[in-house]
């Protein structure tokens, strides 16, 4: 799950039985660093065949092995989190959430701008993927993204598998300024004529 720092909930919010969290991506910790959350009452669901035998049965910590840890970047994350609980996950959801709209909507009024992300605040925080009517197939997807990048010096991504055909994810990060946005914005306009 890459929600976790992103989105204003909690882990009882999901009532789910096994989450699996990457912490690099919204919490701010170190690329490598993640977590896994199991349910007691489901422990037994997974079998410790691969977990670490340094722990009981009932642990959650023998379904998993991590192998060699980084501890260095382990030490990290709980000053990772003690940094989004500073900002707070409602803040933090809605500062991204802004910065999303931020963009979206001065690019709405581009000819044949698909905005595939719902606009129902409970749906979306950041990320966002837009399509072009080009963009039938992966390969004009990857060229609205290199051209972003070389031509723009804006990171995008790609995506492909989605109805209707491929699309251009955006994700602006915790940092990004208006100003960054704007690029984007003046980006998309120069380059949409290509993608009609």
Not at 41 to 54: F, H, V
Not at 127 to 132: A, D, E, N, P, Q
Not at 161 to 167: H, P, V
């Amino acid at each position: 799950m890459q929600t976790i720092g992103h989105m204003d909930f909690g882990l009882a919010d999901l009532e789910a039985d096994f989450v699996g969290f990457s912490l690099h991506k919204w919490l701010g910790a170190p690329i490598g660093t993640g977590a896994i959350w199991i349910r007691r009452s489901k422990l037994q669901d997974i079998e410790p065949c691969m977990g670490s035998t340094m722990f009981p049965h009932d642990d959650t910590r023998s379904r998993t092995n991590v192998g060699t840890v980084n501890f260095a970047a382990s030490l990290t994350v709980p000053k990772a989190i003690a940094f989004h609980n500073r900002i707070g996950r409602k803040r933090k959801q809605q500062h991204l959430q802004a910065l999303r709209d931020y963009w979206v909507e001065r690019v709405r009024d581009i000819r044949g701008m698909e905005i595939l992300t719902p606009d129902e605040p409970a749906r979306y925080g950041a990320v966002t993927s837009f399509r072009l009517p080009a963009m039938k197939d992966y390969g004009e997807a990857q060229r609205m993204a290199t051209l972003l990048l070389e031509k723009h010096r804006i990171l995008t991504v790609a995506r492909r598998g989605i109805a209707r055909g491929s699309a251009v994810r955006v994700t602006p990060a915790l940092y990004n300024t208006q100003a960054e946005l704007d690029r984007l914005v003046s980006a998309l306009r120069a380059e949409s004529r290509a993608f009609l």
